[in-house]
């Protein structure tokens, strides 16, 4: 059996060799002697020096640990494989990049504690490009407003979180940036720290312009998980149902017209193509709604469950 720790610290690195034994220090100075604690490293796919680096601390530390990806699979993959292999009490991540400030480490333990939810950091003074701060000012309102979760930097990548919840999440593509929607969504609470931002002294930022479009995909995805994961069929029965109806209008509209004596001729009229496409299509979506239903039932006794259990052998 897995020995629980009082803290497990989580860090994606992509390409930060001038950052990592700092951090190490920065990180050790404020668990030390505080916790029994684990560093989990995830090297995803950096071509730099990072591996190497990771390792010479593991030879040196045993609670430190890393997790080596052969090719970059981006931070929603990195965190959830350390979700997975975790086993502190607290699961806390942060960025390899030195802007998120360790010193703050225990005021995430005493908050996680207290509401036994997700915390996470507000970068409320940050120092970040123009755009970048309008593009994220713009991404969190956005976020605030369709999931009602008050939330002022959701993208934070410092949190913390009781076990039980990173145990009951699954995070792929760009879904790292509505972590505090999935954790929310699982019944537990979700408040924020405000934290100290940090300049980047070493290496680059890994944000681009391209993940605005990345991030609105994914914010469909999980708009769809929330409400119709489990009910598909009322959203491709709705869909197919209005595109049925309307394709019957049609062709009652045009039937009339041809007890009334006027021809229908298809090459000149595209109301009946129309018509017809729209009888097609609306069947095609209730049909997906009903084998989205039937894959949901047949999977639904081996989804995870988000009961907690208490005092059961392992």
């Known amino acids: 059996m897995k020995t629980k720790k009082d803290l497990s610290i989580i860090v994606p690195v992509y390409n930060e060799q001038d950052s990592l034994n700092q951090l190490y220090a920065e990180i050790k100075d404020n668990v030390q002697d505080k916790y029994s604690w ?8 950096s071509s ?18 890393l997790i080596d990806f052969l090719i970059n699979k981006g931070k929603s993959e990195a965190l959830n494989t350390g979700f997975k292999k975790c086993s502190g009490n607290v699961v806390l991540t942060l960025d390899a990049d030195l802007q998120d400030d360790p010193n703050e480490i225990g005021a995430f333990v005493s908050k996680v504690k207290e509401t036994n939810g997700l915390v996470s950091g507000w970068k409320k003074n940050r120092l970040d490009s123009l755009s970048k701060r309008i593009q994220s000012k713009i991404f969190n309102f956005v976020l605030r407003f369709l999931t009602k979760i008050k939330l002022h930097d959701f993208n934070c990548g410092f949190k913390a979180y009781p076990l039980d919840a990173v145990k009951m999440i699954n995070i792929y593509g760009g879904l790292h940036r509505f972590i505090p929607v999935l954790v929310k969504n699982n019944g537990f609470a979700v408040s924020e720290l405000v934290v100290n931002h940090r300049k980047r002294k070493h290496g680059y930022s890994k944000y681009t312009k391209s993940r605005i479009f990345h991030g609105f995909f994914d914010l469909i995805t999980l708009m769809f998980f929330k ?14 149902l209005v595109l049925f109806m309307l394709g019957i209008i049609i062709n009652v509209y045009l039937t009339i017209n041809w007890f009334n004596g006027i021809w229908i001729t298809p090459f000149k009229n595209p109301l009946f193509f129309l ?3 729209l009888l097609i299509i609306g069947v095609q979506f209730f049909s997906i709604g009903l084998v989205c239903e039937l894959i949901v039932n047949i999977n639904k006794n081996k989804n995870r469950t988000n ?6 052998d392992e």
């Open 227 to 240: 409400r119709y994961l489990t009910r598909p069929l009322h959203l491709f029965g709705l869909l197919g």
């Open 307 to 312: 009961a907690r259990y208490f005092n059961f």
């Open 48 to 65: 730099d020096k990072s591996k190497e680096i990771i390792l010479d601390l593991v030879n040196s530390d045993s609670n430190v640990k």
């Open 275 to 277: 018509g017809l496409l």
């Open 38 to 45: 684990e560093l989990i490293f995830i090297n995803d796919g």
